[in-house]
């Protein structure tokens, strides 16, 4: 009977505990997209599949923004979108501690870091597939493109073989202009989901805690 109520409280502690790490997650990479290229259903729509991976990794308690720039009907800044800081990863550790220091070279970003909603790691350059390219739609410094061309699919509602999204890598290795940016690496192939992943990309993106 003893033993019983030990192991019952063991179990309880345990649970308690996860809760808890869980409550502390305020930053995530997708561990999967819709699965319809860089068609997410727009800002919504991305919101909402960050919104229900947290809700499935028991941190639905809070508010989750994707980020995300958009540069076509509307201009956001995907900086503008996430809140204020500070972030932290499921992990426990903090990325960022407030937004200029997320799009400085303090933050702590990496292929460690920038794991999936359940703590999962996220295949980077070395691993098969390649899953590092992680849609943002922004610069470096998280705004959006003003050079009157589409960076973000037609504001994240098109998934054709034409167009293009910008990408960072989340494992901060690769190729293009900035190889070592988890948000403005270069920009991608295409829109589809086969053209995101003939290029080292699973239509992936982050997710902030606005509160």
Known sequence: MRRTILILTLVAGAIGFANAQDSEMSFFLTSKGPGDGANLGGLEGADAHCQMLAESAGA?????????????DSVVNARDRIGNGPWFSANGNQVA???????????????????GENGEPINGRGDSPNRHDILTGSNLDGTAFTDGEDHSCQDWTYSGSDG?????HHDRTGGGANPTSWNNAHP?????QSDLQ?????????CFAID
């Open 60 to 72: 639905g308690g809070k508010t989750w923004r994707a980020y995300l720039s958009t540069n076509g």
């Open 97 to 115: 501690s407030d937004v200029d220091d997320l799009h400085s070279d303090n933050n702590k970003l990496s292929k460690e870091n920038s794991i």
């Open 164 to 168: 293009s999204a910008q990408v960072g």
């Open 188 to 192: 991608s192939r295409g829109c589809s």
């Open 198 to 206: 003939g290029t080292g990309g699973d239509g992936l993106f982050y």
